[in-house]
Every structure is written in C-alpha cells, then in structure tokens.
C-alpha cells in the first residue's frame, strides 16, 4: 500500500481520497478551507499543516484543484518537498497550456507525471465510478492506473502529456452541443403538439440517441434519473459546463481550429450563468430555451 498525498478536498477530491483510504492507502490530505479538512479527517485522511508539508514522504501526489493556475501554483511550490521519482496526479479539469506546463516543471524535478481529468461528477467521485482520461508517458500511465483504479472505473490512456485533458475539453464540448440540441428538439415538440414521452420514444430508436437523450434527459419522465426530475438540481453545474465550453474555446482559438457550434454553447451557457443559474444543472438549459421561444412569441 503507498503514501498518497492529496491536495484539494473538494466536491470531488474529498470523495475520491476517501476511496484512496477505503483502498488501504496512507492518505495525507490539504485544503485551503478547514472545514473540508475536518470532513476529510472523519474519512480516515490524515490533515497536514500545508500542501508542502502533505507530499513529505508521498510514492503519489494527487491535486484536485479549480484551475490551470491553482495547478501549476501547488505543484511549483510542493515539488521541492516531494520524494525524488515520486509520482504527480493532476485530476483537475485544466487548459491544455497549463497542463503541458506542470509535466514540463515535474520533469525538471525528476518527478513523473499524468493528467488525469475525470468524467462523472460528484455521484462517481463518491461510488467510485470515475473515468479518467490520462495523459503522459506509457509507464507513469502504469503507475498511475491502480490509483485510479481505487477511484474509477474505467482509465482510459489517450496519448502523450495533456491528452488526458484535450481529451476531456473535447468530450464536453460535445455534450454542452449536445444537450442543447436535445433542449431544443423538446421546445420544438412542445410547439409541434407532440408530447415529450413520444419523442423520446421515437428518437431515442432513431437517428438523434445521444447521451444527452436517454441517459439526461432534459425533460421530467423518460428518464426517471435524469436531475430534470429533481428541479434540476445538479448532477453537473452550468457554472462547470461554461468553465469546460470556455477551455474548449480557448483550445480552438490557440489551434486555429473553427468550432462554431461549440463558440455558440460557449455563448448560450454564458448567458444562462450570466442570468443567475450557475448553480442549476446544465440540463436546465431547456428553461433558457424555452424563455427564448415564448419571448420570440411575444414579437
Ligand atoms: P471544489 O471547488 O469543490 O474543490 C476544489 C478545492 O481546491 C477547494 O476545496 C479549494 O479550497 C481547494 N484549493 C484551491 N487552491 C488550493 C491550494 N492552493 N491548496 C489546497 N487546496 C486548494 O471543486 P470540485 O467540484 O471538487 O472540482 C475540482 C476539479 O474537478 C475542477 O477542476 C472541476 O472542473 C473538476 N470536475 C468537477 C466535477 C464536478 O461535478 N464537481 C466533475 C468533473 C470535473
């Protein structure tokens, strides 16, 4: 069993060094915020005084943290601290840039290194149903996966350093597409006289299944588990979809690459936050759609 250190105790990453110690690993954790430190405590993490103080004697140093710069921020400072060879988890949802920058500085410092963004919210941080997507050399990839074995369930390798996260802005640039179509096929139904039920009885057979149909529906009923049921109660935060269509924008305009359905999501959930709903799940998109079609009436 290891050291693992882990830095931010968070909505996921308190969660996930609870699975660590439920796996039989030596956990030292570190939060900015005490109370998250006291939770983590009850769950069997050992609290250090300091993030540098936490990876003294760590095989794995874990971070999960807000952004790129919280990143590169704790790994700068605990790097000198950590055991020589020892292993850098970053689980965090961050730019590419900052991703490739936090290997590069671990490299220097003789440290081994994988991203390793995840896929599955708050539910799968706590089950233990995960998925992280890695990336970083073949062999720190195998002394990742166990780790992330005790927190996921499926670890999937996508290729050399700051894959994992390229890998992550892309699949949610295409959910936040996604779920906006499925949000405006609703609307349009509505209008059509067609009931929610029976459009989701034909196209989830038909061409337009997508996750965002049958698995979250943005509507109450097809789909009895899907937060459209709950008052959209997150589930995934609109607050955190604008956070990845925005890392999904910034990766376009640095690539040259042209996205313009995932520039206009960007846009569509900008507005939604912007209206006080960062806090609502991101399926509760349908309400901004919906808002729109009844103002368009009202011209
Ligand atoms: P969170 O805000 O609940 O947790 C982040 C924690 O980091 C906070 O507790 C904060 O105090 C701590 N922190 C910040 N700077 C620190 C520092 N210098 N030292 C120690 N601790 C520090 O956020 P979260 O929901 O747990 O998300 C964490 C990451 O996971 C984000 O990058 C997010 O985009 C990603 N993510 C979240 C979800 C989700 O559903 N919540 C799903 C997938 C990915």
């Known amino acids: 069993m290891a050291a693992i250190a882990f830095i931010g105790l968070g909505n996921m990453g308190g969660p996930m060094a609870a699975n660590l110690v439920k796996a039989g690993h030596s956990v030292v954790g570190f939060d900015l915020v005490p109370a998250l430190c006291d939770a983590a405590r009850t769950n069997g993490v050992t609290i250090a005084g300091s993030a540098r103080a936490a990876v003294t004697n760590a095989d794995v140093i874990i971070t999960m943290l807000p952004a790129g710069r919280h990143v ?37 410092a003789s440290l081994h290194s994988v991203d ?16 992280f997507m890695v990336g970083g050399e073949v062999e720190s990839f195998e002394d990742a996966k166990p780790f992330l074995e005790a927190m996921g369930k499926k670890i999937v390798h ?105 520039q206009h999501a960007q846009d569509i959930y900008k507005a939604f936050d912007a209206a006080g709903n960062g806090e609502v799940d991101f399926s509760g998109i349908i309400r901004h759609i919906r808002a729109l079609a009844e103002s368009s009436g009202d011209r």
């Open 116 to 131: 390793a963004p995840v896929s599955g919210g708050v539910a799968g941080a706590r089950d233990a149903t995960l998925t």
């Open 72 to 108: 590169v921020s704790v790994w700068t400072d605990v790097m000198p601290a950590a055991t020589r060879g020892a292993l850098m988890i970053d689980c965090s949802t961050i730019d590419v840039e900052s991703a490739r920058r936090a290997h590069m500085l671990a490299a220097r």
């Open 158 to 262: 996508c290729g050399r350093d700051g894959t994992g996260q390229a890998a992550k802005i892309c699949n949610n640039m295409i959910l936040g597409v996604s779920m906006i179509a499925v949000a405006e096929a609703f609307v349009l139904a509505e209008k059509l006289g067609l009931s929610h039920q029976a459009l989701f009885d034909a196209a989830s057979k038909a061409s337009g299944q997508c996750w965002s149909l049958t698995s979250y529906c943005p509507v109450p009923g097809p789909v009895p588990t899907s937060p459209a049921n709950n008052d959209y109660r997150p589930g995934f935060a609109s607050a955190l979809m604008l956070k990845d269509l925005t890392l999904a924008r910034a990766a376009a305009d640095s690539t040259g690459t042209v996205t313009p359905l995932g």
